[in-house]
């Protein structure tokens, strides 16, 4: 259990008071109330610095696997999947919330779902599927945009950003989706034969 590994698995841990903090206040749940009451207006910011430190530990054990030659079978599955997890929870919390609409981020898991799909059939033909800069850049703006939406600026030119986000990071997930399908579309067909 190397450190980049163990920053995956951090990140992974940090999901869980996330969506605490960043529900509890939203659906005022009794338990929540009575542990967090007296910092009840600052739940949501206190969630958004564990989604920054937890976005930041994925950037940080990547560099550190490369850089020192720490790179495991483990960290290739775990720290895409940890990705996911973080990214795809904060979406649905904003769903719950009502700051994002379901259609969008049935779009955006579907696309998950799909890769993951052709990553997995890919590995059972022996071919590794790297990350494309356009998924790279998908992932950065769905970061930014959840950031934004859990913060919910007031200010009208916040909120014309926030919405520039989310429609950014929409369509990169398609595009990226797209990329993913036009380069590896054999995977699939001779996976068949």
């Given at each position: 259990m190397n450190l980049p590994n163990k920053l995956t698995i951090f990140r992974v841990?940090?999901?869980?008071?996330?969506?605490?903090?960043?529900?509890?206040?939203h659906q005022q749940w009794g338990w929540f109330m009575a542990l967090f009451g007296g910092i009840l207006e600052y739940t949501d910011y206190i969630a958004v610095a564990i989604f920054i430190i937890a976005s930041l530990t994925d950037l940080l054990?990547?560099?550190?696997?490369?850089?020192?030659?720490?790179?495991?079978?483990?960290?290739?599955?775990?720290?895409?999947?940890?990705?996911?997890?973080?990214?795809?929870?904060?979406?649905?919390?904003?769903?719950?919330?009502?700051?994002?609409?379901?259609?969008?981020?049935?779009?955006?898991?579907?696309?998950?779902?799909?890769?993951?799909?052709?990553?997995?059939?890919?590995?059972?033909?022996?071919?590794?599927?790297?990350?494309?800069?356009?998924?790279?850049?998908k992932?950065?703006?769905?970061?930014?945009?959840?950031?934004?939406?859990?913060?919910?600026?007031?200010?009208?030119?916040?909120?014309?950003l926030t919405t520039l986000c989310v429609w950014i990071a929409l369509i990169l997930t398609i595009v990226s989706l797209v990329d993913y399908i036009a380069k590896n579309h054999r995977v699939l067909t001779e996976g068949s034969m």
């Open positions: 841990i940090l999901i869980v008071p996330f969506v605490l903090l960043l529900l509890g206040s054990d990547g560099k550190i696997a490369r850089k020192y030659n720490l790179v495991t079978n483990f960290g290739k599955f775990m720290d895409p999947l940890a990705d996911k997890l973080l990214v795809c929870s904060a979406l649905i919390c904003l769903v719950e919330m009502g700051r994002l609409p379901a259609w969008m981020v049935i779009i955006i898991i579907s696309r998950e779902f799909i890769i993951s799909g052709f990553r997995l059939v890919a590995s059972d033909n022996g071919v590794v599927i790297a990350a494309s800069y356009w998924g790279k850049f992932t950065t703006f769905q970061m930014i945009a959840v950031i934004l939406l859990i913060v919910n600026f007031k200010a009208d030119f916040m909120q014309m």
